[in-house]
């Protein structure tokens, strides 16, 4: 077996993983492991504590019992891994998540199903709790649509685009369930140089912009609103997050027609400048009188940029309604604070993006203050002191832990680049050296409306950055990032 295999561990699974790479393994991917086993534990005690209100609720209606409180009974609940690979995430959530019923372990591949089987005797797990399948994602998704057969949590964590899998799992997905999504085709996602492969499988036109990676992740949960809503079920974000090379993704499915009336208005379209890179969104309904939805007119935008003259290139239709849920996270914030390395080995990691979250603004997209300097060829105020002249001004500021240097404000563009025409009459820029057409001339031939104040605001430096927490993770080893696939046929 030793001339075979390596022993990879991870948290408390030990796996079985073939030397020739006929089986996928990412190790980088751990992070995405931990926090997945952090939500479903949080997530497992909300679902728990909802089915123990509603059965006392049930106790309480009938006039003959007279109920008194009792602790919360714990409910158990069922995993699918539609493409579990080696198995270790089933193996990690069989051993480190408590009350699962049982996890089925899903794998096309007959060299995968078989390598399962060896980690979870390896493991010391009965087969009858992780259970190895062969079949198609898609097939076993679909036999569980019906009532009584759905999955209490689907996890999909495909080679690429999770898109083929997403109807199937909208609907296999228990009531009030959970549903965690990974996709690693970021080069569609994110960018316009694909932007029919992204239509094709997401349903929307990515633009360019500093944004791109919280924009991937609102493309992907438009098109997991949109699959749902054909089955009257809405989504509910818990957290979504931009990691390393891919982005990830836990919603809530529920059955609710009234709230997927809702949908368009937490839907816009983008329009992004093709000069200075201003952006703006325009849902596509609002909802006027007794609950009657209207189309929005528009475009909200000029034929031209205000600002630098420039066209407007239009993306989307990407989800701009929240993205988290703060409550969520606070209570998962709270578990994590709770444990160490010992439970979550990227525990340092794990504290400090669920940290820039519960700071996050709850506003569509953010800035990238080098690149707004860049557009106007200045020198860059520094993050502390370009958010407390937004703060100065009276609206809200918050980083985005998408990236960096990120900027998330309720501030027009307007205000932005007024903060920045103040910056500049302290610190000139050399105008001969800026071409006559460029949006920077257009811009700076304005003058401000009002002077920034620079004086740094109190709450300028978030308490995240405060305490050196580890916000954005810097590469995680030599030569990271997506693996190669598994070798071998592939089965069409």
């Not at 080069?187 to 140089?193: C, D, M, Q, V």
């Not at 944004?211 to 979504?240: G, N």
Request: proline share 5%; hydrophobic share 35%.
């Amino acid at each position: 077996m030793d001339d075979e295999f390596n022993v990879i561990t991870e948290g408390k699974a030990s796996i079985l993983f073939p030397k020739n790479n006929n089986v996928f393994y990412n190790n980088v991917q751990q992070f995405n492991r931990d926090i997945s086993i952090a939500v479903i534990k949080i997530w497992s005690e909300i679902f728990s504590e909802e089915k123990h209100n509603k059965a006392q609720q049930k106790k309480r209606s009938d006039i003959n019992i007279q109920c008194n409180r009792q602790p919360s009974k714990t409910h158990t609940f069922t995993i699918l891994e539609a493409l579990a690979a080696s198995g270790l995430r089933s193996i990690r959530y069989a051993k480190e998540i408590p009350n699962i019923k049982y996890i089925i372990a899903n794998d096309l591949d007959l060299d995968a199903v078989n390598l399962i089987n060896k980690n979870v005797e390896y493991n010391e797990l009965s087969k009858d709790f992780v259970r190895a399948n062969q079949g198609d994602a898609c097939s076993v998704l679909y036999q569980h649509r019906s009532f009584p057969d759905r999955f209490d949590v689907i996890d999909l964590d495909p080679y690429g685009t999770a898109a083929p899998f997403i109807d199937g799992a909208v609907q296999a997905v228990e009531e009030g369930g959970l549903l965690c999504v990974t996709c690693t085709d970021l080069a569609n996602l994110t960018g316009s140089n694909y932007p029919e492969k992204c239509y094709a499988n997401y349903g929307s036109i990515p633009v360019k912009g500093e944004f791109c990676h919280e924009m991937a992740l609102r493309i992907l949960l438009h098109t997991l609103s949109t699959s749902a809503a054909k089955y009257r079920r809405r989504i509910i974000p818990l957290l979504c997050c931009s990691i390393d090379f891919y982005i990830r993704i836990f919603v809530r499915v529920v059955t609710s027609p009234v709230e997927v009336k809702n949908n368009p208005c937490k839907t816009s379209m983008l329009y992004v400048c093709t000069g200075c890179h201003s952006y703006y969104t325009q849902p596509l309904a609002k909802v006027t009188g007794k609950n009657t939805y209207v189309p929005m007119a528009g475009p909200i935008v000029n034929n031209s940029c205000e600002h630098c003259e420039n066209k407007f290139h239009v993306g989307g239709p990407i989800w701009t309604h929240s993205i988290h849920d703060k409550q969520f996270v606070l209570r998962m914030l709270e578990h994590v604070k709770e444990s160490n390395n010992e439970t979550y080995q990227t525990h340092s990691r794990m504290l400090g993006m669920l940290s820039v979250i519960m700071e996050e603004l709850d506003i569509p997209l953010f800035h990238s203050l080098s690149a707004l300097a860049g557009t106007l060829h200045c020198t860059s105020p520094s993050l502390k002191t370009f958010c407390s002249a937004i703060l100065n001004k009276g609206y809200k500021v918050s980083a985005s832990h998408a990236m960096a240097g990120s900027v998330k404000t309720d501030a027009p563009m307007s205000v932005i680049w007024d903060i920045f025409r103040s910056w500049i009459q302290l610190h000139p820029v050399t105008m001969k050296n800026i071409k006559e057409n460029s949006p920077a001339r257009k811009i700076l031939a304005v003058e401000p409306s009002f002077v920034a104040d620079f004086t740094i605001h109190p709450n300028a430096e978030p308490a995240s950055r405060k305490v050196k927490l580890v916000r954005y993770q810097q590469n995680p080893e030599k030569y990271w990032g997506p693996k190669a696939r598994a070798t071998g046929k592939r089965k069409v």
